[in-house]
């Protein structure tokens, strides 16, 4: 079985053959692809779906959220193929269920989208060099700082994927004090070391609600699975005293950076 290969052949701004449409993606990491669909129409333009490819472990997902359909709900195809061609593949999802780019040269594309009888509709796509490409927004904005934009590894749109967590009220009703203070201790000790390694950016409690919310945390890493598995040094979440629910949040990739000046406001340690 041939290894399957991270798709980073699709870095730069493509263009459908004879459509003002286009997409687009840049290269963050070694692992993460980052891109969008737009459309120009008198040098305004019109963004239609973010993108994303990235790898963690063995597996490769291409990850698609397109404006106005699936709820707002982005949907994950998984790769299934990448010698001649580069296949991601959803059975479960309605249409598509498979997504295929053909190389056909260093500045062409043949993009299938397709369900599992492999009905759908295919199209040609050509590499835009610099004198084509379409005003990207970021360049416009006077303020655009590379550097910056860089390391916090946004997208073109200033924008980056975090997990949002909703804490609940958990399952657990003890009353014995010594244990719920001991896992609220474990709970707040957790919460400083994904501080200090930078994966915890939000967190705090919510006010009083008739829905058992009790807090929140938004954390600067990819996957669903990635924000469980940071949670499990949580006594307060492993023993049920909280229950936390997960969901993907796309923001601005600038949000981390006020932290180093919340760590220059407090007069008594929170």
């Not at 737009?38 to 993108?51: D, P, Q, R």
């Not at 979440?237 to 406001?265: C, H, M, N, Q, R």
Request: hydrophobic share 35%; charged share 25%.
């Amino acid at each position: 079985m041939a290894q399957k290969t991270f798709p980073s052949f699709l870095v730069g701004t493509w263009k459908i053959e004879n459509k003002e449409s286009f997409e687009k993606w840049d290269l963050l990491n070694e692992t993460t692809l980052k891109g969008f669909s737009y459309t120009e129409k008198n040098g305004e333009i019109l963004v239609s779906e973010y993108l994303e490819i990235s790898k963690s472990g063995k597996k490769t997902k291409y990850f698609a959220t397109v404006k106005g359909q699936n709820m707002g709900k982005t949907i994950a195809f998984v790769l299934t193929k990448s010698d001649s061609v580069v296949v991601f593949e959803n059975s479960g999802h309605d249409f598509p269920q498979k997504i295929m780019y053909r190389k056909i040269s260093d500045n062409e594309l043949w993009v299938t989208v397709s369900d599992k009888n492999n009905k759908g509709f295919a199209y040609k796509m050509f590499r835009q060099t610099a004198s084509l490409v379409a005003v990207d927004p970021s360049v416009m904005n006077p303020e655009y700082d590379d550097l910056l934009a860089n390391k916090l590894g946004g997208d073109d749109l200033g924008m980056k994927s975090y997990i949002w967590v909703i804490l609940k009220t958990g399952s657990n009703t003890s009353t014995d004090k010594n244990f719920i203070n001991e896992c609220f201790r474990g709970h707040m000790n957790n919460i400083q070391k994904l501080v200090k390694e930078e994966k915890m950016i939000v967190a705090g409690p919510l006010g009083k609600n008739d829905k058992t919310y009790r807090g929140i945390f938004i954390l600067d890493v990819k996957t669903l699975d990635e924000a469980k598995v940071l949670l499990q040094a949580d006594p307060a979440v492993t023993e049920g005293l909280l229950e936390a629910e997960y969901f993907l949040w796309y923001g601005s990739a600038a949000l981390p950076e006020y932290l180093p000046y919340a760590d220059k406001i407090w007069k008594i340690k929170p």
